[in-house]
């Protein structure tokens, strides 16, 4: 199936689940992804961020749980440049579109919880790629609470 028909497959279950509460759909076609889930995910926030249809809010908010669902699942087997990749990319794409209000508020508030998922998974990391990018953070962090000290 090509990710245009994944998309409007996703997009009926979720319509299924806002008409009836059944979720069912949603649930076995994220099991149905497997390896794919967090290209898939990514996909369909960046494809639904530009729709202006009302119903494309559920869409953004279960497509971030998607996301997230596929960090948990697939987190360990991940190269640690993608995991660098995917950590910036998704703050990236949140910050840029929280601040033209393209993205609905509880998927952004999903994002950010699944971009916690990411950082508290990647404190396990062994790599140094990973030591390295802990370390900028805690740097970052640590001159930001600096400012808002002074």
Sequence with gaps: MSEQQLLEEFVRSCELLQRTGNDSALLQFRETLNDKTIDF????LKTCVSQSNPSFSLVQFQA???LQHGVVK????????????????TLQFLMENVSNNSLHRSAAMQLIRTLAVMWKSSWLDKDELSRQ????FLNSLSITVRI???
């Design 133 to 136: 990018t802990r370390q900028e």
């Design 64 to 66: 971030s749980l998607l």
């Design 74 to 89: 697939q987190w360990s087997v991940l190269n640690p440049e993608y995991k660098v990749s995917l950590k910036g990319s």
């Design 148 to 150: 808002e000290e002074t």
């Design 41 to 44: 995910a990514l996909f369909v």
